[in-house]
């Protein structure tokens, strides 16, 4: 078995700014890689200046990611912060501007960079220092080296193959409260998703499995806010889950649900969390009876029928289309190393059962 997880994680209230001076100590000049909004109305992008500002390090703003950034925007990014001669790169964000800050440290350490670099994989991945502080519950990729971006001549998202893990995780619950509580939803959804998925990966083992179901237990204790009214308990909490969840993905991978949801999210727009959290019964149903109970106790179901119940609640106003669902189902059955990277078998028959 191996573990590797080399990001230093501060999981507290006010994290970035107790831990300012250590944040300021990796360079001199540091790019804020921030989305349009999120960044400033949850204040993190505040309590970053505020942070390098006490340390009197500089910086500079790029606060252009898009929902699901593209290599042209990374290229963007790289030639403005190239001439503000910036030494490390601070992501703040949902797991787009997360993403991009590591594709941009990647570019920003190499003399004469090129954008065909970024899916090179002969080359090192070597990058800039890369600081993460989520603003969703969902993405983990504050704890994972994965860098996923639109490659707009192949119509789609292609993660980069190089990994590029932040040196430091800053997560703190609060930079949640102002989000819309859709948002929460779905990513606190997609949290869930990346844990079962890597439980039930092949891939999984005691160090993946262990991380899944500590984060199942902390996203299981708030489990209900998200259908009853959020609280400042589960902003701490699901924040939390997402961090562990996304210390399994970076083990494991993740599995068919995600595999099912990109045609969701490309063809019907629907959030990503939701379109994988769609798949959720159907995948629990038809894994092995010891492992879904483990998961199911974990999370604080008492049966399958209790977890199929609140996952109906939760999608109760979601509609998806009989043509989007075929089409999901036609690509990921053609998929085989797919179906055979779980734990459990799946053949087109079983697929079936999950996506209708
Ligand atoms: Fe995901």
Redesign the pocket.
């Known amino acids: 078995m191996t573990f590797y997880m080399p990001v230093k994680v501060y999981d507290e209230k006010n994290c970035v700014l107790n831990h300012a001076g250590e944040i300021a100590s990796f360079g001199t000049k540091a790019l804020l890689v921030t989305g349009r909004s999120s960044a400033k109305k949850s204040g993190a992008l505040d309590d970053v200046q505020n942070a390098l500002s006490r340390f009197e390090t500089s910086y500079c703003l790029f606060d252009e990611i898009e929902e699901n950034p593209s290599v042209e925007t990374i290229w963007k990014a790289y030639e403005y912060a190239k001439k503000e001669d910036v030494d490390f790169v601070i992501g703040i964000g949902g797991?787009s501007p997360l993403d991009a800050s590591k594709a941009i440290a990647f570019l920003l350490d190499r003399k004469d960079a090129s954008k065909e670099d970024l899916y090179n994989a002969d080359l090192p991945a070597d990058a800039l220092p890369v600081i993460a502080i989520p603003t969703t519950c969902?993405?983990?990729s504050e704890v994972t080296g994965v860098s996923v971006l639109t490659v707009h001549e192949k119509k789609t998202k292609v993660s980069i193959p190089h990994k590029i893990f932040p040196k430091i995780a800053l997560v703190d619950g609060k930079y949640l409260k102002s989000a819309p509580k859709s948002m929460i939803v779905s990513t606190a959804i997609?949290?869930l998703?990346?844990m079962i998925e890597s439980f039930e990966s092949n891939k999984a083992d005691d160090y993946s499995k262990a991380a899944v179901l500590e984060g199942l237990k902390i996203w299981g204790r708030s489990k209900d806010t998200l259908l009853n009214g959020l609280n400042e308990e589960c902003f701490g909490d699901m924040m939390r889950a997402s961090t562990f969840a996304g210390i399994a993905?970076a083990q494991t991978g993740?599995s068919i649900p995600?595999a099912l949801?990109y045609i969701l999210t490309y063809e019907d727009k629907i959030p990503?969390?939701m379109a994988?959290g769609y798949f959720l019964k159907g995948y629990l149903q038809n894994a092995d009876p010891s492992d879904r109970k483990q998961i199911l106790d974990a999370a604080g179901f008492q049966s399958m029928e209790e977890f199929s119940a609140y996952m109906d609640q939760i999608f109760l106003d979601m509609h998806v289309k009989e043509e989007t669902l075929q089409r999901a189902y036609e690509v990921v059955s053609q998929n085989k190393a797919r179906l055979k990277g779980c734990r459990f078998f799946v053949d087109e028959e079983v697929l079936k059962k999950m996506v209708f």
């Open positions: 797991g969902g993405t983990g997609d949290a998703a990346h993905i993740t995600h949801s990503h969390g994988c």
